[in-house]
């Protein structure tokens, strides 16, 4: 059984930090890519990040190039998210994705809720 699950999130005011974590079982998770979204208030949601299967690859959305940091850790099969000056505008609930298997299906976390205070 795939399980996503996110941690990390809080309360932080703008310009501070936060690291979220995800927590992957019930697949290879080295031999998939894997990937940050979030949803803003009353928005859709967006792709914040993604990462290549061995962390060699990462692609991130425009609002967060230069901010946020993608990276895995595949001996604990755990990818994290490290989001640094964080603005009122990253407030959101951040999910971990998966796609796998030939059908590519979609795998998402429970979601963590990141909120930034002006």
């Known amino acids: 059984q795939v399980q996503l699950v996110e941690s990390g999130g809080g309360l932080v005011q703008a310009g501070g930090s936060l690291r979220l974590s995800c927590a992957a079982s019930g697949f290879s998770f080295r031999i998939y890519a894997m990937s940050w979204y979030r949803q803003p208030p009353g928005k859709e949601r967006e792709l914040v990040a993604n990462?290549?299967?061995?962390?060699?690859?990462?692609n991130y959305a425009e609002p967060v190039k230069g901010r946020f940091t993608v990276s895995r850790d595949n001996a604990k099969n755990t990818v994290y998210l490290q989001m640094n000056n964080l603005k009122s505008e990253d407030t959101a609930v951040y999910f971990c994705?998966?796609?796998?298997?030939?059908?590519?299906?979609?795998?998402w976390g429970q979601g963590t809720q990141v909120t930034v205070s002006s």
């Open positions: 994705n998966a796609v796998l298997g030939l059908r590519r299906t979609a795998y």
């Open positions: 990462i290549s299967s061995r962390g060699v690859s990462t």
